[in-house]
């Protein structure tokens, strides 16, 4: 069972203005480093805490990429939960868990015409690799078993509602890109994602 390592105040945001802490936990290896980040940390005694599990994306997260709507939904989640407090799970799984040059394959493949669920195949992997074990795992750490889930994914609502009580799905907004519209409709389509992007 993983526990928590340590613990440190910073500021965080675009403009690095929103207090919040972050977590480190036991029990991952130096390829698995997930981190949690703590907004308004009384909140972490309430009884149902609004919870984002968020994949690396680094091309989305750092470099803002038009491919995808992941450091939006990034951003989404920071300032949802500046205001109301939460939970960030910061998880090491970058490109739906096939790694970052993987990722960069796909998108050549992307490029061709391929989805990004096509692309995954085409390179022999499942459509998500990811598992949300550590996830649960860091929840666990924090003594929490009810939550409110931020997302639209219904395969990650599934899988943690095995281990914690899912009390609420609350949807992220559509952040609908001149280059990301193929990569939401099929995560609408290929995924059952809750997007509307029509």
Known sequence: M??????VNLKVGKNSDIDAEILSFTCFDSDNEHVAIVFKQADLNQEIPLVRVHSECLTGDVFHSSRC?????????????????GIILYMRQEGRGIGLYNKIDAYVLQSQGLNTYQANNHLGFDDDQRSFEHAISMLEALSIDKIKLLTNNPKKAKALSEAVD?????????H???DNSQYLSAKKQHGKHSIDVD
């Open 2 to 7: 993983s526990e928590i390592r340590a613990r």
């Open 69 to 85: 709507d992941c450091g939006e939904q990034l951003d989404e989640s920071i300032e949802l939960m500046a205001e109301q407090g």
């Open 166 to 174: 899912v009390v609420e799905v609350v949807n992220t907004q559509v």
């Open 176 to 178: 609908l890109k001149d």
